[in-house]
């Protein structure tokens, strides 16, 4: 069983940055993949970053390219979302996925978090 807690979530005017941090319980963190996922209302959920368990590869997807960073910390259980030039259509609720699967590009089973909101003005 893995717990994972999301913060850092807010109000933020476009171009502005935030920073989520997910932290997860247990001690087999370096085994999963980890993604940040975000849905906003009455869209589908959609996968924003992923990175493997060891922290060797990752992806993001085309609407954040250049402007998102995921990073893990294995010691710590904690993988960040770096969010810099943001703008009103990344407003959405993005939740923490922990996953088994070695394919970081067909993540979503697995550990949920509750999810954090992120809100841009414009």
């Known amino acids: 069983q893995v717990q994972l807690v999301e913060s850092g979530g807010g109000l933020v005017q476009a171009g502005g940055s935030l920073r989520l941090s997910c932290t997860a319980s247990?001690?087999?963190?370096?085994?999963?993949?980890m993604g940040w996922f975000r849905q906003a209302p009455g869209k589908e959920r959609e996968l924003v970053a992923a990175i493997s368990g060891s922290g060797g590869s990752t992806y993001y997807a085309d609407s954040v390219k250049g402007r998102f960073t995921i990073s893990r910390d294995n010691a710590k259980n904690t993988v960040l979302l770096q969010m810099n030039s943001l703008k009103p259509e990344d407003t959405a609720v993005y939740l923490c996925?922990?996953?088994?699967?070695?394919?970081?590009?067909?993540?979503?089973?697995?550990?949920w978090g509750q999810g954090t909101q992120v809100t841009v003005s414009s």
């Open positions: 247990g001690r087999t963190f370096g085994n999963y993949a």
């Open positions: 996925n922990a996953d088994l699967s070695i394919n970081i590009v067909h993540m979503g089973n697995g550990y």
